[in-house]
């Protein structure tokens, strides 16, 4: 197998593990990161380093990921594989510099035009998409009135219902785009110990760390995203939500085919409205 792979989220939990899976699988990697001087710092490691192209890029600023997803392409224009793996909870009501709610940004928006942008190069390698979700979308309602977030004054009910997006955004991609043989999946990677959450507030932070004792490690939560990532197409199920390397049954708001054309909808609008 050598594909051409493209990975957010790569330089800690469960994306640092990935890339590590994944890595003598692939014939190229590049990595859109926040921090350049990090991820050069943490690649120069690896023994197949040269295969890895670092992009800069800040999910959480729409002009930040148009400007890196040029820059993607100039170095293929043919994409095998893509993990949508970046995330985090912040503080309810958080902004970006573009006035979107840094949750919504971050694990939603940012994805949303990454992809979009590389449409061209994930066609032509009937690329395989995969969004790593959570069990948190199950505490989701319908978010069609608050797709943006900005309503949500609860770190865990903001980050549940992007958690819910990433599913949404999977089956809409399935809707859109299976007739040309782009596959996509969603996925739990299961309550992993990572550094995560540590931009929210006090009351949640202790939440969190107080449950991590019962956390797998980032590496056996990385199991699912490398299992979709190197199965073959027809081994698996196109638009399904995998926990535990198995098709799961999400939520019947995860599985309404209204909520998720109308996230595509809203954060077509959004772009539009910003210039994008």
């Not at 400007?67 to 392409?73: H, Q, S, T, V, Y």
């Not at 049954?249 to 309404?256: D, E, F, G, L, M």
Request: aromatic residues 8%.
């Amino acid at each position: 197998m050598n594909m051409t792979l493209v990975l957010t989220g790569s330089t800690s939990g469960i994306g640092w593990e990935t890339l590590k899976a994944l890595l003598p699988n692939t014939e190229l990697v590049i990595l859109p990161v926040r921090n350049l001087g990090k991820a050069e710092k943490m690649i120069s490691k690896l023994p197949e380093k040269d295969k890895i192209h670092l992009v800069e890029m800040d999910l959480s600023v729409m002009a930040s990921v148009k400007k890196g997803c040029a820059e993607i392409l100039k170095l293929t224009d043919s994409i095998d594989v893509l993990i949508n793996n970046a995330g985090g909870m912040f503080p309810a009501g958080k902004q970006t510099e573009e006035g979107l709610d840094l949750t919504f940004a971050t694990n939603h928006l940012g994805h949303f035009l990454l992809t979009r942008e590389l449409l061209s190069a994930l066609k032509k390698g009937k690329a395989k998409i995969i969004n790593v979700s959570s069990e948190a979308h199950w505490i989701a309602s319908d978010p069609s009135r608050d797709f943006s977030l900005k309503k949500s004054s609860n770190t865990t009910s903001a980050y549940g219902r992007a958690k819910l997006f990433n599913i949404l955004f999977t089956n809409e991609l399935k809707t859109r785009f299976e007739s040309i043989g782009i596959s996509s999946f969603s996925l739990h990677p299961g309550a992993v110990r990572t550094a995560f959450g540590s931009e929210t507030s006090g009351i949640t932070k202790a939440i969190i760390r107080a449950t991590q004792l019962f956390f797998i490690s980032p590496k056996a939560g990385a199991q699912t995203t490398i299992f979709l990532a190197i199965s073959p197409k027809d081994k698996l199920v196109n638009g399904a939500y995998y926990v535990r390397k198995k098709v799961k049954t999400p939520s019947s708001v995860a599985r309404n085919p209204k909520i998720s054309a109308g996230l595509w909808t809203y954060s077509e609008e959004i772009l539009k409205s910003l210039g994008y």
